[in-house]
């Protein structure tokens, strides 16, 4: 009996790491002797192919492979010949079909006309194309669903935060339009779906989707969020090889998320000298750290709305400290000989191989906002979203202009 258990705990520990095969079939009408490619990554800059075909002249195709975790497959429809993403001028949108597959068959039917083209945007359209999948390509649908609707609320408050820009509005308008889009529940569906799919790929899927990018200002939950939905897997889903690649995605998330201590850093002053983030933060008073660079015309474009807050909120006990990701120190200096911002100024020339990857950060300006205590309390803490932080903290010192 005790040989039977062990014999089955042994085969369900091997099949973990083992590759999952798939067979994808398809007919796509008026798609004949186009090439069709299958790729991995969901974020559209970022996919990496790895196989293509040629659609048969009856419409079909046909792709096999194994893949050692579930994951989002993309389909995506070029003319024959062509592999590139963009053309001379701009980025080339071209006709694709998302598949979530873990092990077995998928079928494909649709005409070329009815497939969307990729975007930028959230969420997809299969009316027009029947995805014939096991249950898993359901609940990844379900999802995107859920995603997109949120999403849509979430870009309506934009749009209205967006009309402040267009007026002479008082800083308080646009504090009101700042708490009505942190008002709109980003991660009640994430947190609904996971709840009813934790022992199975799909669920976990939804916390990757959201924490997929090591990025500062890219993560919707706090560190105690993602400690409580880790934890909330069953243990099937625990021993695979899925659960553990993504829990180990969320804990390097979880280094810069909310409620995280900063990540400290050793850096350059203008001088050459050596400072750690350290030597300014975690010491009692609330500090922005703003990462920019002399290239990056929105970081300079922000610069005279930092003066006017640092004027404002340093007698507070607000700080700012720059942190130039220059990998050219000359260009570096002749910008803060230009902006004479009255804070400490820090620089890294590896910039997003060095901070940048510390903090994963994928596009400046980034702005992160670190407690008295060095914990993380905003981490995009730009513009009217840092006057909010300020003035709940502070108070209003903006006078006549709030």
Known sequence: ???????????????????????????????????????????????????????????RFEFKGELAVPGLLTLKIL???????????????????????DKGRVKVETTLDSIPLATFDE?????KVRVTAPRLHDLYV????????????????????????ETEAHVSEGIAAVKKIDAVDKTGHVKRFIARNKDNAAGLY???????????????????????????????????????????????????????????????????????????????????????????????????HLKEVYELYHPASFDIVSISLDEN????????????MPWPQLNDEKAFKGIG??????????CVLVGPDGTIVHSDARGLWLDCELVELYGNRFGDKY
Request: proline content about 4%; charged content about 25%; some cysteine.
């Open 1 to 59: 009996m005790k040989t039977t258990l062990y014999l089955l705990m042994a085969l369900l520990v091997a099949s973990c790491g083992t590759p999952r095969g798939y067979v994808i079939t398809g007919k796509i009408a008026d798609a004949e002797r186009k090439s069709i490619h299958l790729l991995t990554g969901k974020d559209e800059f970022f996919k990496i192919a790895i196989d293509s075909t040629l659609i048969r002249e009856d419409g």
């Open 79 to 101: 003319p024959a010949g062509e592999r590139g993403e963009v053309d001379s001028d701009d980025y080339v949108s071209h006709p694709i079909i998302p598949v979530f597959v």
């Open 123 to 127: 969420g997809y359209d299969y009316s």
């Open 142 to 165: 379900e999802y995107d669903q859920a995603k997109t609707a949120a999403t849509k609320v979430y870009r309506e408050a934009f749009n209205d935060y967006l009309k402040y820009f």
């Open 206 to 304: 939804a916390l990757q989707d959201n924490t997929g990018y090591k990025s500062v200002n890219n993560c919707p939950f706090t560190v105690a969020e993602l400690d409580e939905i880790l934890a909330s897997f069953s243990p099937g889903m625990k021993a695979t090889e899925y659960y553990k690649q993504v829990s180990a995605e969320v804990n390097e998330v979880k280094r810069t998320a909310v409620g995280a201590r900063f990540v400290d850093v050793m850096l350059k002053d203008a001088g050459g000298n050596t400072v750690r983030l350290s030597d300014h933060a975690g010491k009692g008073r609330y500090v922005l750290f703003e990462f920019w660079a002399s290239w990056c015309g929105p970081c300079r474009a922000d610069i005279p």
């Open 329 to 340: 120190k000359a260009a570096w200096l002749k910008a803060l000989e230009d902006e004479q």
């Open 357 to 366: 990857d510390a903090y994963g950060i994928l596009g400046i300006p980034t």
